[in-house]
């Protein structure tokens, strides 16, 4: 993936190449890619929450996180909002990780009357933001990632599992390679890499949820 923000990258003879993109973040190509399956990772953390007794579930969205996901965190979320009834329906926090300060967080926070959390960027900041408001993690408020990342692992969430999709990566570009297939294809086909369901400390369990 191109990094730290997506966008393009400088251009190359493509057709001497074999091509697979990591992720949407190389914006400009139309080439085949792996990715992760966020619209499947997003609607597990929501299920996993609702399971859990939450019912007003927040998702905090950084704009570099909707553009590196190509809008589908955003788009899951809000699908799944339209299915719940209308006083479960919480609008998200959605600009620049810079605007996502702590006093937002908790206007947010009391005029959304969120009991739950879903984070996707920013995630050791906003936990601390949530600690300082004197919110009680997890029995009075949840907290969960849709991207388990850095220093996470005390925070329930997905793992978008990384591993597979480099292996995933792999096979496509060997698969290319072996078909002689070079340039970039009229008609790009994706793979989707669905993340696992994390358990930690920041949401209740099932038996305390029943």
């Given at each position: 993936p191109r990094l730290p923000d997506p966008g393009p990258m400088e251009n190359l003879d493509w057709g001497a190449f074999s091509t697979v993109a990591v992720g949407y973040?190389?914006?400009?190509?139309?080439?085949?890619?792996?990715?992760?399956?966020?619209t499947h990772n997003v609607r597990l953390c929501m299920a996993r929450l609702y399971e859990r007794g939450y019912r007003r579930i927040g998702l905090i969205l950084s704009r570099e996180i909707y553009e590196r996901s190509g809008g589908r965190v955003l788009g899951a979320y809000l699908a799944e909002q339209c299915l719940r009834p209308a006083a479960d329906q919480v609008a998200p926090l959605f600009g620049p990780e810079a605007e996502i300060t702590k006093a937002r967080v908790r206007q947010w926070l009391?005029?959304?009357?969120?009991?739950?959390?879903?984070?996707?960027?920013?995630?050791?900041?906003?936990?601390?933001?949530?600690?300082?408001?004197?919110?009680?993690?997890?029995?009075?408020?949840?907290?969960?990632?849709?991207?388990?990342?850095?220093?996470?692992?005390?925070?329930?969430?997905?793992?978008?599992?990384?591993?597979?999709?480099?292996?995933?990566?792999?096979?496509?570009?060997?698969?290319l390679i072996s078909r002689n297939e070079r340039g970039l294809p009229e008609y790009p086909h994706y793979s989707l890499i669905e993340g696992r369901w994390v358990e930690r400390s920041t949401v209740r369990s099932l038996v305390a949820a029943g």
């Amino acid at each position: 993936p191109r990094l730290p923000d997506p966008g393009p990258m400088e251009n190359l003879d493509w057709g001497a190449f074999s091509t697979v993109a990591v992720g949407y973040s190389v914006t400009h190509l139309n080439v085949h890619r792996v990715c992760t399956d966020h619209t499947h990772n997003v609607r597990l953390c929501m299920a996993r929450l609702y399971e859990r007794g939450y019912r007003r579930i927040g998702l905090i969205l950084s704009r570099e996180i909707y553009e590196r996901s190509g809008g589908r965190v955003l788009g899951a979320y809000l699908a799944e909002q339209c299915l719940r009834p209308a006083a479960d329906q919480v609008a998200p926090l959605f600009g620049p990780e810079a605007e996502i300060t702590k006093a937002r967080v908790r206007q947010w926070l009391r005029e959304q009357r969120v009991d739950a959390v879903a984070l996707t960027s920013m995630p050791l900041e906003i936990q601390a933001f949530i600690q300082e408001l004197g919110y009680d993690v997890p029995q009075g408020l949840g907290l969960a990632m849709v991207a388990r990342w850095g220093k996470t692992d005390h925070i329930t969430g997905v793992d978008e599992r990384l591993e597979s999709l480099g292996e995933t990566a792999i096979d496509v570009i060997i698969a290319l390679i072996s078909r002689n297939e070079r340039g970039l294809p009229e008609y790009p086909h994706y793979s989707l890499i669905e993340g696992r369901w994390v358990e930690r400390s920041t949401v209740r369990s099932l038996v305390a949820a029943g």
